[in-house]
């Protein structure tokens, strides 16, 4: 049986050419790739290589022996990659969303409800991206703005979020009991540049706006309370009693941004994870 080294070697002399340059990537001396295409061809009982002054070419058979060197090597290496990738889920729970919100109640509660395993969240703009990813495995769990009907997936709604605007009491639209996003036109806005599916709401209803774009919650938050621009705040997270004095946050009429999320995961998971949504539903009461 050729050893993997050897396999190797092989494969590589048929993609680069040359002894001088496999040695040079594959940081290896040209004599012990000489000894090894040699070993290949006492292993295999054949002549692979035509041999001349300081270098050798396959022949017919070494061509074929270089072409299944290839395969065995790439199945090699995804052997490999599958083995670590499949170790990694089993240590891992991975789950994408399509808002912030939810995954601030969702990364501590699956961390006290998976001890043993590092909760990776995942931040998505579209739905396409996350439902792709939990039917190919990469997400245990994905948090969507509708239920999946069918499909072999199992959905449960635990969060419904409604945004509103931060306005300086002087502000023109500071009276208003509610208003819409178009009403902002024109308008310079303070904005998270990691938000999910808002922004690209905002941008579509509020065409004419500038949005302030910032990376850092923190930054944005010591922007918001030291400047008059307005800025968005959400019911999930911002309690009235801890916005500024000096400003009034107006609730957002539009549908699209007053909505509810949906947990969802494969349906033959559905009882493995009993658990998460029961506890879903009980921080849902808590709201």
Known sequence: MLETYIIEQLAALAEYGTLSKVSEVLHISQPAISRSMQKAEDELGVSLFVRGKNRIAFNELGELAARHARIVLSAHNEMIRAVREADRRRRTFSYGAIAPAPMWTLTPLLSQLF?????????????????????????????????????????????????????????????????????????????????????????????????????????????????????????????????????VAVPILDSEVNVTFYCVCLADRRREYAAIFSALEDAAQRM
Not at 124 to 137: A, D, F, I, R
Not at 210 to 220: D, G, H, M, N, V
Request: hydrophobic share 35%; net charge neutral; charged share 20%.
């Open 115 to 247: 001890p043993g395993q590092t909760v990776s969240a995942d931040l998505q703009e579209t739905e396409e991206s996350l439902v792709e990813g939990l039917n190919e495995g990469n997400y245990n769990l994905i948090v969507l703005l509708r239920p999946l009907a069918g499909g072999g997936c199992y959905s449960r709604p635990f969060m419904r979020e409604k945004l509103s605007i931060l306005l300086p009491r002087t502000h023109r639209l500071a009276g208003r009991k509610s208003i819409y996003l178009a009403d902002l036109s024109g308008e310079k806005l303070l904005i998270h540049n990691k938000i999910g599916f808002w922004y690209s709401i905002c941008q579509k209803k509020i065409p004419q706006a500038i949005f302030l774009e910032q990376s850092e919650l923190s930054t944005l938050r010591e922007i918001v309370n030291s400047s008059d621009l307005p800025s968005f705040v959400t019911n999930i997270s911002d309690n009235p009693a801890d916005l500024p004095q000096n400003k």
